[in-house]
């Protein structure tokens, strides 16, 4: 009985934990898009807040075209403690997100209409600064 055990704890050891591979991920997060196709996507592993600092943020930043529909999307790891949020920045401030903070209601993505051809930048953090991982999605709409 004792080596059953001992096999058995050697075994379960040497065997590796399931994670999502990043491709995984992406792919659960493709099929999600409905109507949009896949133009980009944001590969994203932050730690833990450090205490007394802002919350780490992965930025990207992409040339977006007028007249144009886009749908950001994010879906988390399996193995991420925090939940992801995802943010569309212009040069004026934040134009939209997955999370709206004074409800606390967090949607797997959101759209947007672009009026102006220019640079915005697409900001990935995870809720209360929790360590995470997580994919955000980039995809085309339609031409408005």
């Known amino acids: 009985m004792r080596r059953l055990l001992l096999i058995l704890?050697?075994?379960g050891g040497i065997t590796p934990i399931y994670?999502?591979?990043?491709?995984?991920l992406v792919d659960i997060c493709l099929a999600?898009?409905?109507?949009?196709?896949?133009?980009?996507?944001?590969?994203?592993?932050?730690?833990?807040?450090?205490p007394g600092q802002p919350a780490p943020v992965a930025r990207y930043s992409m040339v977006l075209n007028?007249?144009?529909q886009y749908r950001l999307s994010v879906c988390n790891s399996d193995a991420s403690q925090g939940r992801a949020i995802i943010q569309l920045?212009?040069?004026?401030?934040?134009?939209?997100?997955?999370?709206?903070?004074?409800?606390?209601?967090?949607?797997p993505h959101f759209d947007i209409q672009i009026q102006s051809t220019g640079v915005y930048h697409i900001?990935?953090?995870?809720?209360?600064?929790?360590?995470?991982?997580?994919?955000?999605?980039?995809?085309f709409v339609?031409?408005?």
């Not at 994670?19 to 995984?24: A, D, M, N, R, Y």
């Not at 040069?91 to 999370?99: F, L, M, P, T, V």
Request: hydrophobic fraction near 35%; proline fraction near 1%.
């Open 123 to 139: 900001f990935i953090s995870f809720r209360e600064g929790l360590p995470g991982q997580a994919i955000g999605i980039l995809s």
């Open 89 to 107: 920045f212009d040069s004026q401030g934040r134009i939209g997100s997955n999370y709206v903070e004074s409800s606390g209601t967090e949607y």
């Open 32 to 50: 999600r898009l409905d109507e949009a196709t896949y133009l980009r996507d944001f590969q994203v592993e932050l730690d833990a807040v450090q």
């Open 9 to 11: 704890f050697i075994v």
């Open 66 to 68: 007028s007249n144009t």
């Open 19 to 24: 994670s999502q591979t990043v491709e995984q």
């Open 142 to 144: 339609r031409r408005l």
